[in-house]
């Protein structure tokens, strides 16, 4: 598993959408007519390409993270290439999925995992989609302006810029640059505090020659190649087994309002190697109404200074999936609340949890 940061690769991931469909727009038209269209117009499937991108990250001024990414496709095959060089050292990492099975190489540390991709099939989301659902997800957390007409590998681009309403929002003010005819996101640059990322093709090629091996991974013989399922677990457990799993108690809600539906554990044997606990709270019709994640506080993982406070501690809040969490004796507490209108009362009860040695 790669060791890029997780803020890093979770943004990286929003600009990696082929998003498709016609244009005949100048710059003068809105972002919400620039979004129509590309909800509107009946799109042309790529079935093969070729793409190269940089990615860097920022800690202020300095330069935490490099990497570069290779992007092949053709028909069901999709291949990754991913060479970086970051606080853990220089990475190389070569993904390969055939649309029914996906094989991940790290050359860096000599592993190999691979997974089942045929359940998937038949359900495959488009990458039109995806980028419906991205905007859809960011609508009431960002606000939306076009800035200009520009070119970027000689193509017409719209210059947009999303910016956050809140200041502690995950994704934070982003610029995108998409282009016009194929609405592929050719840049991304995004900021959240003193963290900058930034991404762009530098090479894009929609009529490539593949050669027989473009498709294939060259992995040693000697490397086994394991489950990737296999390096996650989880099983439901009670408080006494989760308090055992942590090695220490840990802050729960008393069950007066709403009630403990179950504990389920996440087991990690991977990069994370950590043990996290899922709590997931119900009404008395048994519906879900939030939920408590709670695993060790991620040294390098801090929550940055915020006007939000929760048991007196500081917190951070992510509008776009309605999600609180801050740290405690030294476990993050993530808050997930599934309904908006609760949130108020929720909050409220976050003041009267109990530890689960008290339950």
């Known amino acids: ?3 890029f940061r997780w803020k890093a690769s979770l943004i990286a991931a929003s600009i990696l959408f082929l998003v498709l469909g016609g244009c005949s727009q100048n710059v003068e038209v809105s972002a919400e007519e620039i979004i129509h269209n590309v909800v509107e ?13 940089e990615m860097t990250v920022y800690e202020g001024e300095d330069i935490i993270e490099e990497s570069v990414m290779e992007e092949y496709a053709s028909g069901n095959n999709r291949k990754i290439i991913m060479r970086g060089d970051t606080e853990a050292g220089e990475e190389e990492i070569e993904t390969l999925n055939n649309g029914e099975k996906m094989v991940m190489y790290n050359k860096s540390d000599g592993t190999a995992q691979e997974m089942d991709t045929s359940v998937f099939e038949g359900i495959q989301i488009s990458p039109k989609e995806i980028f419906q659902n991205m905007l859809a997800g960011m609508e009431d957390s960002h606000d939306y302006e076009v800035i200009g007409d520009e070119q970027l ?10 910016e956050a309403k809140e200041a502690n929002s995950l994704m934070g003010d982003m610029e995108i640059w998409v282009d016009k005819e194929t609405w592929i996101i050719l840049k991304t640059i ?6 900058k990322m930034e991404s762009v093709y530098t090479e894009l090629d929609f009529s490539p020659d593949f050669t027989e091996d473009t498709f294939t991974l060259d992995i040693p013989e000697e490397i086994e190649i394991t489950d990737m399922e ?9 408080v006494e087994e989760a308090e055992e799993e942590l ?25 994370l190697q ?9 009404s008395d019709d048994e519906i879900p109404m939030f939920n408590l994640s709670i695993f060790e506080s991620p040294a390098d ?7 939000v406070e929760i048991r007196g501690n500081v917190a951070a809040y992510e509008e776009s999936i309605n999600n609180y969490y801050w740290d405690e004796d030294g476990l993050r507490y993530s808050l997930l609340i599934n309904d908006p209108d609760m949130e108020e009362e929720v909050l409220e009860l976050t003041e009267e949890m109990i530890l689960s040695s008290e339950q």
């Open 1 to 3: 598993m790669s060791k």
């Open 41 to 53: 117009t009946e799109v042309e499937e790529i079935d093969e390409f070729y793409g190269k991108s």
């Open 153 to 162: 590998l000689d193509r017409d681009t719209f210059h947009m810029k999303l």
């Open 190 to 195: 995004s900021e959240t505090g003193d963290s």
């Open 230 to 238: 296999d390096n996650f677990s989880s099983e439901f457990i009670s």
């Open 247 to 271: 090695g220490q108690a840990f802050y729960m809600f008393s069950e007066e309002d709403y009630h403990l539906g179950e504990i389920e554990l996440y087991g990690s044997d991977g990069e």
């Open 274 to 282: 950590r043990k996290e606990l899922n709590l997931t709270y119900i």
């Open 301 to 307: 993982m801090e929550i940055e200074e915020s006007d």
